[in-house]
C-alpha cells in the first residue's frame, strides 16, 4: 500500500515537473534529502524511543508530535519576524545560526 502510494506521489512529481518545464532534482540531490531525512528519524529513534526496540511506538510518536509541534511553534515565536506563520529564507537562515551558535555554546560548556 505505500509503495503504490509512493509510486504515485512520484510519477505525479515527474508529470509535474514535465509539464510545467520544472527541472527536476538531480539524483545526488535526492540522496542527500534522503541521508538527511533518515538522519533525523535515526535522531527521533534514539531520543524518543523508550523501550530501545528501534522502533517508534504509537506513544512514541505521540510523544515525538508532541515535541515537534511544541518546537515549531517556538522557533516561529524566535524567528518569525514578519509574523507571517512561516519561517522564509532570511529567517530559516538566522534561526539555523542559532541554533549552531547554541551547540557551540553547549560544546564549551561541556568541555
Known amino acids: 500500500m505505500k509503495r503504490n502510494v509512493v ?3 512520484c ?4 508529470f509535474a515537473t514535465s509539464l510545467f518545464g520544472a527541472k527536476p532534482l538531480a539524483d545526488d540531490e535526492l540522496s542527500q534529502k534522503r541521508q538527511h531525512r ?8 534514539g ?5 530501545h526496540n528501534g ?8 510523544a515525538f508530535k508532541k515535541w515537534r509541534k511544541e518546537h515549531r511553534a517556538e522557533m516561529l515565536a524566535k524567528f518569525d519576524t514578519n509574523k ?8 530559516r537562515e538566522a534561526a ?4 549552531r551558535a547554541q551547540k557551540r555554546a553547549r560544546k564549551l560548556k561541556s568541555a
Open 11 to 14: 510519477c505525479s512529481l515527474l
Open 96 to 99: 539555523r545560526a542559532g541554533i
Open 84 to 91: 507571517n506563520g512561516r519561517l522564509d529564507s532570511g529567517e
Open 38 to 45: 533518515e538522519k533525523l528519524l535515526q535522531r527521533a529513534r
Open 55 to 62: 522502533v517508534l511506538e504509537r506513544d512514541e510518536k505521540a
Open 7 to 9: 509510486l504515485t506521489a
Open 47 to 51: 531520543r524518543f524511543d523508550a523501550n
